[in-house]
């Protein structure tokens, strides 16, 4: 923008914001007022989540929480504590913390991102914390640049200069248990010079912030759109998320769930014979995650019961089931679901059938346990404590 050219208004961010009301037109069915008023609310979330990543820098890195399990959008893992930044490839970093009682700590570098000032690219890369020299505690100290700096006999990552940002990924089984990951990021081979932005730069940047909604919103029920259109309604579709948001080299099965008051969803697969991390989630039409404090509504592999034959069983159902790995969908009669296997020997594909719901136990091995409501509420109790207490961003 140059000097001469007219700053934008109040009115003129309202306009470009006024433009993302047709996302509305993705919906299934764009006159339910349900279906419109739980839209606008991913709307408004777009402009929260958008702006942790609109005003980054860097030359001054900090993981946000531009994804975040706060901000239940896109199908954010329950698990996980994300974290996001912008890099420069070409420039020298040191990334210091203490690893923390997690399953891992993951790094995902990529020449692109779905942060305001990014477009899509293609993952560059992926630093395991586990593969670094630990200290007492766990603590790490790593150098990322692309070239190893003269002298420099510690860790080191080889930075590729492409990289324009990464997304840490702190994984946890246990919530609230054991000490979190702490971790901080600081640009080496510049001074520390924190600059004030210029008007044209604010005004640029909030064009782009008020732009966010509209491809957001978007993609977020867009994901679900182009499911349903490719016939993924009770059936898993095999996906590759690397340089769309997801980790390199991670097994994704998606798909959309769509049940009756009188039916149930049986979701069954093999385990992997070894596998670092899995889990499974349920996602509403929006392709918000649905509320995990205070429904079931994900199982990971510290949480899920094992069937005797070895086989993880899961159930969809509007109303509790009695059953262990009951994922309820939060009063969702439809929404999409996601297995994921992180670093696995093998990635098992999930079978998924509709079953009535009053014979659901003819369908599940004789042996499966009975949970009593009174169960189910301490397991729910104890869910909720434990969300609460780890860090979520």
Known sequence: MSATEKLPEWSDYVAILAKAEKVLDLLVDPTNPLARQEAYRLMFMSIATGFHSAFVDPDLPDFVPAVSNVLNSVGANPDFVYGYTPLDGRGTYRLTGRRGDGVFVL????AGGFGVVDSFGPSTGLLDIDTLQLGPGGTFDVILSSERPAGHDGDW??????TKTAVIRRAYYHWGEGE??????????????PRRLDAAEIAHRLE???GYIERYAGFAIGYGKRQREQGFVNKLEHDDWAGRGGVAGQHYYQGIFEIGVDEALIIETELPERVRYWNVQ????????????????SLNAGQAVLDSDGKFRA???????GVPNWLDPGGHKTGSLMLRWTEASSGPEPQVKIVPL?????HLPSDTPVVSPETR?????????????RNRW
């Open 377 to 389: 509420q301490e397991n729910l109790r104890r869910r909720r404590r434990g969300a609460q207490l």
């Open 157 to 162: 990552y080889k930075l590729d200069p492409t």
């Open 282 to 297: 349920l996602n509403d039409p929006l392709w918000n995650t649905i509320d995990w404090f205070n429904y079931q509504s």
């Open 180 to 193: 979190d990951v702490k971790v901080a990021i600081e640009r080496t081979d510049k001074p520390i010079s």
């Open 107 to 110: 790094i995902d570098f990529a």
């Open 208 to 210: 782009l912030l008020s």
């Open 358 to 362: 009053a014979s659901l136990r003819d």
């Open 315 to 321: 159930v969809i159902a509007l109303t509790d089931p």
